[in-house]
Nanobody, 115 residues
């Protein structure tokens, strides 16, 4: 059974940094693309960025230049390094994977950026 577990969220001041982790199990991680999403209160879930199984990376315009996605296949973990955080980055952050045609989500981790 595929499980995704996010961690690393918290409260940070504007301009600060956080690193989120998403640990995966029950899937062939190294071949799999992983995606970060976020959902602010009262808003729709939005894509933050994606890293493919071959290491190609893409970001939403709103985070480009501030956020960095990476992966450690030996640890079955994908990371989201968030720098220069803004209050508008406040949201629950989720990782997502599609494995064998099924979609899997983690439970989410709260990121709160104070002004």
């Amino acid at each position: 059974q595929v499980q995704l577990v996010e961690s690393g969220g918290g409260l940070v001041q504007a301009g600060g940094s956080l690193r989120l982790s998403c640990a995966a199990s029950g899937m062939i991680f190294s071949n799999n693309g992983m995606t970060w999403y976020r959902q602010a209160r009262g808003k729709q879930r939005e894509l933050v960025g994606v890293i493919t199984g071959t290491g190609r990376i893409g970001y939403a315009d709103s985070v480009k230049g501030r956020f960095t996605i990476s992966r450690d296949n030996a640890k079955n973990t994908v990371y989201l390094q968030m720098n220069s955080l803004k209050p508008e980055d406040t949201a629950v952050y989720y990782c997502q994977a599609i494995f064998r045609l099924r979609e899997y989500w983690g439970q989410g981790t709260q990121v709160t950026v104070s002004s």
